[in-house]
């Protein structure tokens, strides 16, 4: 079985990240969304993020938009009230396509280097300026 993946956002960018990612690699069970929607508050996404994975155990990892934004702080909170999983910000669809290959191939996730790389400036790739070490 797939480990589940949660990603979380302001708005609806994390239903929307979901959706873009399955026009790649299909649809994905194993992956929900919970937006922290203008009208909420931290209570309310704490109870919304609660009961989206309440069937899931220990047996997740969150991907959250933004450190230090809502979802992440929430999150933050429920760790360090002892709840096991892991949470990693900063969110991107290379990362998600990543952990979806990871899964996949029954490889170790390396979700955190395939986001970090695939942020680059084009215009200096594609005229050779690039100061990358690649």
Same mark, same amino acid.
């Given at each position: 079985?797939?480990?589940?993946?949660?990603?979380?956002?302001?708005?609806?960018?994390?239903?929307?990240?979901?959706?873009?990612?399955?026009? +790649?690699? #299909?649809?994905?069970?194993?992956?929900?969304?919970?937006? =922290? *929607?203008? /009208?909420?508050?931290?209570? !309310?996404?704490?109870?919304?993020?609660?009961?989206?994975?309440?069937?899931?155990?220990?047996?997740?990892?969150?991907?959250?938009? +933004?450190? #230090?934004?809502?979802?992440?702080?929430?999150?933050?909170? =429920? *760790?360090? /009230?002892?709840?096991?999983? !892991?949470?990693?910000?900063?969110?991107?669809?290379?990362?998600?396509?990543?952990?979806?290959?990871?899964?996949?191939?029954?490889?170790?996730?390396?979700?955190?280097?395939?986001?970090?790389?695939?942020? =680059?400036?084009?215009?200096?790739?594609?005229?050779?300026?690039?100061?990358?070490?690649?």
């Amino acid at each position: 079985m797939m480990k589940k993946l949660v990603l979380v956002s302001h708005g609806n960018f994390c239903v929307e990240l979901k959706k873009s990612t399955e026009m +790649i690699m #299909g649809e994905q069970e194993d992956i929900i969304a919970v937006p =922290l *929607l203008p /009208e909420e508050g931290q209570e !309310d996404f704490s109870k919304k993020f609660e009961a989206a994975v309440s069937s899931f155990g220990n047996d997740f990892i969150v991907f959250a938009d +933004i450190l #230090g934004g809502t979802p992440a702080n929430v999150l933050s909170k =429920l *760790l360090m /009230e002892g709840r096991k999983f !892991d949470v990693y910000t900063g969110m991107n669809m290379p990362m998600v396509v990543s952990f979806i290959n990871s899964m996949l191939i029954n490889s170790a996730p390396k979700f955190l280097d395939d986001g970090k790389e695939s942020i =680059l400036y084009l215009n200096d790739r594609l005229s050779g300026d690039s100061d990358d070490e690649d």
